[in-house]
Each structure stands twice: as C-alpha cells, then as structure tokens.
C-alpha cells in the first residue's frame, strides 16, 4: 500500500473513488511492512471526518484464526475509512489460512459479490464502457520477452548486467543501489541480500528419529550484517538444476542460457526484481520463480486457453469453476503439485514464453527465527531447521522445498542471506522472562538467553532478570534441542537461568509445555504481577499457542482470584501492554 500514491490519489481529489483494500496481518495484530507509511498517514489528526467523503471502498482480509487478533489490520483499516468518511460500498471479506482450502475457501465468493455489484455499479452497457472481457481469450501478457543484443539494453546498462549475471542475487547489489541513486525508477534486486557461506551443518536428532532437525550455522564475517535477539532469518533458496532442466524442456524453452530481457506491457503488472536486467531463463528459472511451489488458481485458468486438447481444456476449466472447488483442493493443495507436475499433468497445454512470467510466481524468501546473539558469535548467525517431510492422500513423499535444499547444502556453500525484524523484542536485561519454546521454537530463546549470557560474562556485576525456559518435544533422548547449552547454563554461577522440560511420549500420559506452565503458575504469576516479567511463546500455530493462553487464563484465575471475563482482560492488558508476545507459525 506504500507504493500507493494515497496524499495524491486518495486525499488530493474530490472526485469520486473506488477503492479496493486488501491487507494481511502480521504477528500480533501488527501491520505489514508495506503499509507503515500508509497507516500513519491515515492516522493523522489533521484528517476530518469528510477527508474521503468522496472514496467508496471494500476492504479484504488475509488472516490466520490461529492467532487472537484474526484479521486485525483488515478491520482497522475499515474502521479508520469509516471514521473519515468514505463510504463501504461492498461488504468486507475474510480469507482465513486456517480453512482447508486457505486463501480460496473465501476469495472467489467474495470476490465474484464484489463483480456482481460492480456491474450493478458500472453496466457494461452504458456508453463509454469497458466491454467485458471473453471467457474464451487469455487476458494479454503483462511482460514482453526480448531477445537480440540490439534491443536489449544500453552500453552502460550492458555492462552492469555483465556484472550483475555473476551472481544474479547479490554480488550486483551495491552497483543497483547506485543506479537507485541515479535513477530512482530503476529498481532493485533483492538489494538487501547478502552472501553468506554454509559454517556448520549438523543433524541433531538421531538417524532413526521421525524428523530430521538441523543446527545450521552461517559464516556473516564479511557481509556486514548485524542482527539482534529476535531478529529473522531470510533465506533465498536455488531451485536444482534437474529441475530447471526439466520445465525448460517441459516449455520447449530451446535457447535457454540466450539472454533475455523483460519488459512491461502493462504499466500496472508487478516490477520483478530483474526488470530491466538481461538474464538467461535457465538463471530466471534457478533463481527467481517459483517453479517448485503449487500452481495458484489462476495458474490453470490460464493454462486452459494453451491447449486445443477439448478433454485438457474442460478437465482445466472445471477445476477453477466454483463446483470443482473440492476437486481442486484435492488435486492440488493436499497433493502439494508442482508446477512441473501441473504442466505433465496436461501435456498438450503449453504457454508461450511471454506468460511464463504470468503463470509462475517470484520466489519468496523462507525465514527462520535466529537462535544465536552476535554479541557471543560476532560473524556468524546460526537457526535450527526442521526439515519438513509429510505423504500425501495418495502416498506421495514429499520434502519441504527450501528444508531439504538446506539439508543438502555443503559446509562451505554460498548462500542468499538478510536479516528481517522479528515480532518478539527481547526485555531489558533486568527484567525477569518466561519463554515457552517447544520444538524449533526454542530457537529465538536461544539467541535472548545468548544475549544475556554474553552480558553476564562481560561484566558479572551487570542486573540480570530471572530467566525461565519452558522447552517440550516427544522424546528426551531423540529431540531434546540444545541440551547441552542449557545443561551449561544451568550450571554458570549466579546466572539466574532455570529450565523446565516436557517430553510428551516419554510417560503413557502425555505430558506438554501447558501442564508445566500449570506446575509452575505461583512463580508465573509472581513475576508478571510483581516483578515486571515478560511472557514470550513461539512454536507451531496448530494447538500449543492456545493451549498456553488457556493455561495462563487458569493461571489469573487461581492465582489471582480472577473470573474468566477478568482473566481474558489481563491477558488482554499483557498483550497490549508486550508483556505478553507470540512468535508462531
């Protein structure tokens, strides 16, 4: 919403608008990264209300009931047009990532509702009007591929893009934020990105256990990356060359290391991050899109215009009609299908070059909690990872996409790195904090507990707060993370670290982190109501984060002598106050 020109377009004219929101929420409730200058300026109090009496809008939601504040920014957003004025001229909708069908379960009704009362709005009749589009014609290609160095790019863009194809993701980084300096319309490619290398690699279950998870460490001494506790990792992956090899065959892509050079047809289409570069479609394929992902949607819509195969062109129109809705939650989501697969699946239907870039999505970056503090480990930057491996309804394997590429990586290779903030801030050094951390969640803990540690070594004398670390998983002996650091610091005099573990398989009754938060509730709710504690959780979204806050709820309750309406609103108050943080996924 940033790249919005909203003081020009949204309150600089009285003309009539319609406007379209669509906002996710991240966190807890918290703003995308591209909406932050847009929200405050729509915060401002100068604003009346009649600022956008003349703005119609409808707002969509991207949100994930697992977490309290579900939709959160999409109903702000909403409430904040109302109070200057604008009109709703179509009722919100919700996508959920929790439904089985995710973003679809609530996308296409909603919007469908949304083009039926636009036409009641606008006819297509009435003179002057757009026409509709025809079912049966692929919209056009926003993106024109050019080929022949006489039309590719200037000398002085020729010999950037020479450099800039040594390492397409970040060796060029410093000569496109140049270019931004000269030409602030020349964009950028994942400028923020640096090259790391592989340090340590280690499986730290057994070979025997049902998951693999990994220690993995990166080598940052000379990136100049600086991270602190609670900070992300963001990884870019490389797609294998067996499969680039394959979908170049598969597309009929014959000069495939032949540069090329993409350009907008349509001003509006997204800018990739190559624009205006001239790269290959092998490096395209390797380094850009998406091509191990699952196709969206939109992907089979227009793959259906590419066949003159009639059983092709119905079994794909059927899948992205609304009665092929389940059908087409079984064939590709649960199946996880990738592109590849997709395009085999119809071998008579095969798109030309120029909508390649409409049919495959960018790739987007992986992140993963930090699990070090740079005060103790000043050029490297360490997570753990679990490398995702499930079956399909029909017995398909399959292997998470950047997990098993990390789990390949060789100590020594190089790769994409960039630091992101995370949705945790980590408490002053003397305030006590309860961190609930089981399975990989550990992970952020590791990097605050890190922090404090390398404070307390540095100056002995230095307040440290009373540390608890709440870490569960299935086994003791197959998947107790980080055992021997917290055996360690257990052990440290005067650093005031304890831990409490739950190991759920390891009895015949199960045993969670929320029953030791029971075990535990006096000294929780000593040092929250009375020792200024900050309570942190980070894990799996699918029951633990509930499981806590009701846990904690029960804690208000007896401990507090609280009823439940009063305890929800002190965990209410912890959250607003970020005595109370979540990091989940």
């Known amino acids: 919403m940033d790249d919005f020109n909203f003081r020009e377009d949204l309150f600089g004219k009285n003309d009539d608008l319609y406007c379209i929101f669509v906002c996710s929420t991240t966190g807890q409730g918290n703003n995308p990264s591209n909406m932050q200058t847009f929200w405050k300026y729509l915060l401002q109090k100068r604003h009346s209300s009649h600022s956008l009496s003349h703005v119609n809008f409808s707002v969509f939601g991207l949100g994930d009931s697992a977490y309290q504040k579900y939709n959160f920014v999409a109903k702000k957003v909403q409430r904040r047009l109302l109070q200057l004025g604008a009109t709703e001229f179509f009722e919100r909708g919700f996508a959920d990532d929790q439904h089985p069908h995710g973003v679809e379960g609530s996308l296409p009704q909603w919007a469908a509702g949304l083009r039926e009362k636009l036409l009641e709005l606008f006819p297509l009749e009435r003179r002057g009007a757009p026409q509709e589009i025809d079912a049966n014609e692929a919209h056009p290609a926003q993106y024109e591929i050019v080929r022949g160095e006489e039309n590719l790019l200037d000398e002085q863009q020729e010999q950037f893009v020479s450099d800039a194809r040594k390492s397409p993701l970040t060796d060029h980084s410093k000569q496109l934020n140049s270019r931004l300096q000269q030409n602030p319309t020349a964009p950028a490619v994942y400028e923020t990105y640096v090259k790391g290398s592989v340090k340590v690699t280690e499986r730290v279950t057994p070979e025997d256990h049902w998951q693999d998870v990994r220690h993995m460490s990166f080598d940052i001494g000379n990136t100049g990356l600086k991270y602190s506790p609670g900070d992300v990792l963001a990884i870019h992956m490389e ?9 170049l065959k598969r597309l009929n892509i014959q000069s495939s290391d032949e540069p090329i050079a993409i350009r907008k047809r349509d001003p509006n289409a997204p800018t990739f991050p190559f624009h205006k570069v001239t790269l290959s479609w092998r490096e395209i394929f390797t380094h850009y899109l998406d091509i191990a992902g699952t196709p969206p949607r939109y992907f089979f819509e227009l793959l259906a215009h590419f066949t003159e195969d009639e059983r092709e062109k119905e079994r794909l129109e059927y899948l992205v009609s609304g009665e092929g809705t389940d059908d087409f939650y079984r064939y590709n989501e649960r199946e996880k299908r990738s592109f590849l697969e997709a395009f085999d699946d119809f071998p008579n239907a095969t798109p030309t070059e120029e909508y390649i870039l409409d049919m495959i999505p960018l790739m987007q970056p992986r992140y993963f909690s930090i699990a070090s503090a740079q005060e103790l480990h000043p050029t490297e930057v360490h997570i ?14 399959r292997y998470g996409n950047c997990t098993s590429w990390m789990r390949d990586l060789p100590v020594g290779a190089s790769v994409s790195l960039c630091i992101s903030k995370g949705t ?22 590791r990097s605050f507990i890190q922090y404090r540690y390398a404070a307390h070594q540095k100056d002995k004398s230095t307040p440290i707060g009373d540390i608890a670390l709440f870490f569960g998983n299935r086994n003791k002996d197959k998947d107790f993370l980080y055992e021997h650091d917290w055996n360690t610091l257990s052990n440290v005099e005067e650093f005031p670290f304890r831990l409490m573990t739950a190991f759920s398989r390891d009895q015949d009754q199960k045993i969670y982190v929320q029953h030791r938060i029971l075990e535990h509730a006096e000294l929780i709710w000593k040092w929250i109501t009375f020792e200024n504690a900050i309570f942190y959780v980070a894990g799996n979204t ?21 009823t439940y309406e009063e305890a929800q609103e002190w965990v209410q108050r912890l959250e607003r106050a970020k005595k109370y943080q979540q990091e989940t996924w």
């Open 239 to 247: 797609n294998s060359k067996t499969l680039v090899d394959r979908l």
């Open 542 to 562: 699918a029951n633990m984060p509930q499981g806590v806050r009701n846990m904690m709820l029960q804690i208000a309750q007896k401990q507090g002598g609280k």
């Open 384 to 397: 753990v990872v679990a490398v995702i491996k499930f079956t399909t309804p029909f017995e398909r394997t």
């Open 424 to 445: 945790m801030q980590m408490a002053p050094l003397h305030r006590p904090m309860i961190m609930i951390g089981p399975g990989t969640g550990v992970a952020p803990f």
